[in-house]
Each structure stands twice: as C-alpha cells, then as structure tokens.
C-alpha cells in the first residue's frame, strides 16, 4: 500500500488521498466534515485541501467499511461514537482548537422591528433601511446597520469594516438584536468562539423568539461537543422557524451523534422536503432508508 508520507506529521494532498482510497467519493469527504469526523476547511478549494495523520485514519475506517458493504449512516454513528469518546478526553484542547467548524452565517434581512412606534417608510438615500423607527437615534442604529450588511458579504477583508459598522450601530442602540447576532456571526466566522456565544446568548435574552440566535448558538454548541444544550437550541430553532432546512438537517446530524436515531428520522424527512436539491439530500436519503 502506498505510505502516507506523514510519518513526520506533514499533510497529504487532496488527489493523494483520493488515489489512496477511491471508494471515498467527494460527498463523502464532505459528510465527514459535517459530522465533524474531519478538520473543517471549507476556506480551502477542494482540491487544495490537506489532511493530516488523523484524517487519514478516519478516511481509511471508512473506506474500509464501505468495502465490506457498511452502509454509510451505520459508520458514520460508529465513527461518531468514537469521537465523541475521544473529546471527553482531550475537551479542554479541543475548545481552543483553530479548525473548529463554523456555523452557517444567517443574515437578518427579515428580522422584525422590537419598537413600537415606527416611522413612515423613509424616501431617498434612507430608503434601504430596514428598521425605520420614529426617533432619530434608532434611525442612526439602524443606518449603521445597514452599512455592516453592505459589507457583510463573506469577503474576509470587508470583515473587520463590517464589525465596526455593527458596533457603532450598538453603540447607538446597544438593543438592536440584528446587529448583535451578525456581529456574532463575524467573531464565529473568526474562531473566536466565546465572543460569538456571549453576543447569541445576549441576542436570546433580549428577543427569545430570535430564531438566528437560537440556531447559531447550537452550532457553536455542538462544534464543542455539548451536544445536549445544542439539542436544545436546534429544538428551539425548528419551533421557531419549521420551515428551514439547515435546522432539520442539524438537529438530525445531533440527535443521530447522541444516539437518538428514531427521533432524527423526521427532521431528515424534513429537510429532503424542505429542500429537495440541498447539499446534504444524499446523506439526508440514505438515513430515511
């Protein structure tokens, strides 16, 4: 069998990899990650991705496993067992741990107004915004708001200017949930993980029902392992918007992690309705089968 190469530590490439093991399709590369089986890298153009030492190992149970005709949800809970076993004893390294998988970034365009008392719908250059209240220092909040969402376009070097942006927005009303959660968004998306949770838990306690708060807060949450509090949190995100598929699909993905398969089968018939081409459909059908 062809060596690895890593004895020293050092990363295999992308097409190494799948020359090694070519049962291991793309989708299951990318089912890996999700399940948090593999070092997160979606910064990283696939066939520029490298995996280390561990990687390899978790790549080669599964192809093994495939060969003998394992179907995949089968070695996925295995290899999730596994692992779970292994962050209960490594935990407090893992935390801090720079490849933790980001949460999906959920924007509020349609977040409602918390204020009473609202302004006829501005004209001219205000027009985009979309908090119109009656006072001036809301209307400010809410234009620096919308300035953070112009720049908050995934673009690593608009991120730091987006932040701002948000800031003075909070500076100026320090309850404008939209801003807290998508300033939140920009400290996950920059693995600084207590900021992001303190900004979510913030967003909640301010507007219980902020659905965006509720599913970002899980993903953290089960990025450290704490599946039972991100069980919690999906829960809350699926009652408050039962019409979004990521938060089926991820509240499947836990419930199956903690051993709870006949409750997950739902939310993965949930998500195969709600979003028939979505990334995951494949993972989706092979475990409703």
């Given at each position: 069998m062809t060596s690895f190469s890593s004895s020293a530590g050092g990363p295999v490439g992308h097409r190494h990899v799948r020359s090694l093991y070519p049962g291991v399709t793309e989708n299951h590369l990318r089912y890996l990650e999700k399940w948090?089986?593999?070092?997160?890298?979606?910064?990283?153009?696939?066939?520029?991705?490298?995996?280390?030492?561990?990687?390899?190992?978790?790549?080669?149970?599964?192809?093994?496993?495939?060969?003998?005709?394992?179907?995949?949800?089968?070695?996925?809970?295995?290899l999730a067992a596994e692992r779970q076993g292994q962050m209960q004893l490594d935990f407090h390294d893992a935390v801090g741990a720079s490849d933790v998988p980001l949460a999906k970034v959920v924007a509020l365009d349609q977040h409602r107004a918390r204020r009473q008392a609202l302004a006829p719908r501005p004209q001219g250059k205000d027009a985009s915004l979309q908090f119109p209240f009656a006072d001036p220092q809301s209307a400010l909040a809410a234009r620096y708001f919308v300035e953070g969402s112009r720049l908050d376009d995934g673009d690593e070097n608009h991120m730091e200017p987006a932040a701002a942006a948000y800031r003075k927005a909070l500076i100026v009303d320090p309850d404008l949930v939209p801003a807290i959660v998508n300033l939140a968004n920009i400290h996950y998306a920059r693995d600084e993980l207590i900021e992001a949770q303190a900004l979510y838990e913030r967003a909640i306690g301010l507007e219980p029902d902020c659905f965006e708060a509720h599913f970002n807060l899980g993903n953290i949450l089960h990025d450290l392992g704490r599946f039972d509090r991100a069980l919690r949190c999906y829960r809350d995100a699926v009652t408050l918007n039962p019409s979004y598929p990521d938060a089926h699909f991820y509240l499947a993905v836990t419930l199956e992690k903690t051993g709870h398969s006949p409750e997950a089968k739902p939310h993965w018939k949930a998500y195969q309705e709600l979003a028939p081409d979505g990334e995951w459909i494949e993972l989706a059908r092979e475990f409703t089968e």
């Amino acid at each position: 069998m062809t060596s690895f190469s890593s004895s020293a530590g050092g990363p295999v490439g992308h097409r190494h990899v799948r020359s090694l093991y070519p049962g291991v399709t793309e989708n299951h590369l990318r089912y890996l990650e999700k399940w948090g089986l593999l070092r997160h890298q979606s910064h990283v153009p696939r066939e520029l991705r490298e995996y280390t030492f561990p990687d390899l190992q978790t790549i080669k149970q599964l192809a093994a496993e495939l060969e003998r005709g394992t179907p995949l949800k089968t070695v996925l809970r295995s290899l999730a067992a596994e692992r779970q076993g292994q962050m209960q004893l490594d935990f407090h390294d893992a935390v801090g741990a720079s490849d933790v998988p980001l949460a999906k970034v959920v924007a509020l365009d349609q977040h409602r107004a918390r204020r009473q008392a609202l302004a006829p719908r501005p004209q001219g250059k205000d027009a985009s915004l979309q908090f119109p209240f009656a006072d001036p220092q809301s209307a400010l909040a809410a234009r620096y708001f919308v300035e953070g969402s112009r720049l908050d376009d995934g673009d690593e070097n608009h991120m730091e200017p987006a932040a701002a942006a948000y800031r003075k927005a909070l500076i100026v009303d320090p309850d404008l949930v939209p801003a807290i959660v998508n300033l939140a968004n920009i400290h996950y998306a920059r693995d600084e993980l207590i900021e992001a949770q303190a900004l979510y838990e913030r967003a909640i306690g301010l507007e219980p029902d902020c659905f965006e708060a509720h599913f970002n807060l899980g993903n953290i949450l089960h990025d450290l392992g704490r599946f039972d509090r991100a069980l919690r949190c999906y829960r809350d995100a699926v009652t408050l918007n039962p019409s979004y598929p990521d938060a089926h699909f991820y509240l499947a993905v836990t419930l199956e992690k903690t051993g709870h398969s006949p409750e997950a089968k739902p939310h993965w018939k949930a998500y195969q309705e709600l979003a028939p081409d979505g990334e995951w459909i494949e993972l989706a059908r092979e475990f409703t089968e």
